[in-house]
């Protein structure tokens, strides 16, 4: 079976399979987490900033649950082969931030909001695509199913602030068309990374599961399918921005509601 319920459930229950799976997440969210944590630290708008800030918190908490996944299996981290490091392949792509620019202690241009939010738009869409998968298909899960289920949630309000951050920019004196094509040269250079990335994580999956060589071919059709998708029709999802359902999704959080007397 080629399904992705079949696949993610056969990852799901072989030990080293599953380290692989969770050790390349907690490597993504950790390194998100410092990312935003560095953008927040250095941005003067008052309102923007504690938003960052909560976006790299956020990645920190799903870090440790993936890490925390692996732990109740009594698995240890494995290391993330460099050809399916995401966010470092996205970097050398010269997508986002780089963190040279992220380590010196200068503030944040409009430019540089600009390239992150735009940055984070095109990857959160990603982000909050696979976890919706992760949802369904593992979602009641006992043992894990309540830190995709937080996580999932957490994903969707971090795209909602994106689309809302990116369109209060293009009304504040900001190029509409200039943020456009900033959003389309970084969804083309997601999809082939997102790809990279997926064959090579096939690879080791296979390799680690036994696959035959029909069964991986027939997956790496199934990639190299899903970015010819992207490459025609795919990337607009990317990269149309909308009012959110979920608005102010990472302003304050609520406090306490008070007792009625």
């Known amino acids: 079976m080629l399904s992705a319920r079949d696949i993610l459930q056969e990852i799901h229950r072989d030990d080293r399979a599953f380290a692989l799976f969770c050790s390349i ?7 998100g987490g410092w990312e935003n944590a560095r953008i927040a630290a250095l941005v003067d708008d008052p309102e923007l900033a504690p938003k960052v800030a ?31 490091d995401y966010c470092m392949l996205l970097e050398r792509q010269g997508i986002g931030l780089a963190h040279e620019r992220l380590r010196r202690d200068e503030r944040m241009t409009e430019a540089d909001i600009v390239e992150y939010l735009v940055h ?6 990603r982000a909050a695509e696979d976890m919706r998968l992760l949802r369904r298909y593992l979602g009641d899960d006992p043992v894990i199913g309540r830190g995709i289920r937080m996580i999932c949630d957490d994903e969707e309000n971090h795209l909602a602030y994106c689309h809302e951050e990116l369109l209060r920019l293009s009304g504040n004196g900001q190029d509409p068309a200039a943020i456009r094509g900033a ?25 680690i599961l036994g696959w035959s060589k029909a069964r991986q071919l027939a997956l790496k059709a199934g990639i190299h399918a899903t970015y010819a998708y992207d490459r025609v029709w795919g990337t607009r999802r990317m ?3 909308s009012p959110p359902k979920r608005r102010n999704a990472m302003g304050p959080r609520p406090g306490p509601q008070p007792m009625a007397a």
Not at 25 to 31: L, M, P, R, Y
Not at 120 to 125: D, F, I, K
Not at 184 to 204: G, H, Y
Request: charged share 35%; no cysteine; hydrophobic share 40%.
């Open 120 to 125: 984070s738009r095109v990857t959160e869409q």
């Open 54 to 84: 909560r976006h790299g918190a956020d990645e920190d908490k799903h870090g440790r649950i993936f890490a925390s996944m692996l732990r109740r299996r009594g698995l240890d981290p494995v290391d993330v082969p460099p050809e399916a």
């Open 239 to 241: 990269v149309r921005l």
């Open 25 to 31: 997440a907690a490597k993504g969210e950790s390194q």
């Open 183 to 207: 959003l389309e040269k970084t969804a083309l250079a997601e999809i082939k990374v997102n790809r990279d990335v997926s064959l090579a994580v096939m690879d080791r999956m296979g390799a």
